[in-house]
């Protein structure tokens, strides 16, 4: 059993910058691949970021170069730098973390983009 606990989330103009973290209730990133998802009303979930267990990086093209997906080991920690942010990036993020078929999700944390 993972838990996990998001938080950063909230109101922001656009052209701002966020932090989101999401931090896990123990030591597994040497296990588990780690992403965010988001969810805009009436869209369907997409992934934004992904860090695998390995430390790849992957992120949905419509964030690259404004997004950054990192981790802190020693605090189980999974953080979402988000910069340049626009109305359309608002969404509620979800983390996630998965191994093979097995997926924990966070609670989500609502991210408003507005001027």
């Known amino acids: 059993q993972v838990q996990l606990v998001e938080s950063g989330g909230g109101l922001v103009q656009p052209g701002g910058s966020l932090r989101l973290s999401c931090a896990a209730s123990?030591?597994?990133?040497?296990?588990?691949?780690m992403g965010w998802y988001r969810q805009a009303p009436g869209k369907q979930r997409e992934l934004v970021a992904t860090?695998?267990?390995?430390?790849?990086?992957n992120y949905v093209d419509s964030v690259k170069g404004r997004f950054t997906i990192s981790r802190d080991a020693a605090k189980n920690t999974v953080h979402l730098q988000m910069n340049s942010l626009k109305p359309e990036d608002t969404a509620v993020y979800y983390c996630n973390a998965a191994w093979g078929i097995v997926r924990y999700w966070g609670q989500g944390t609502q991210v408003t983009v507005s001027s």
């Open positions: 123990t030591s597994i990133f040497r296990i588990y691949d």
């Open positions: 860090i695998t267990q390995g430390g790849s990086l």
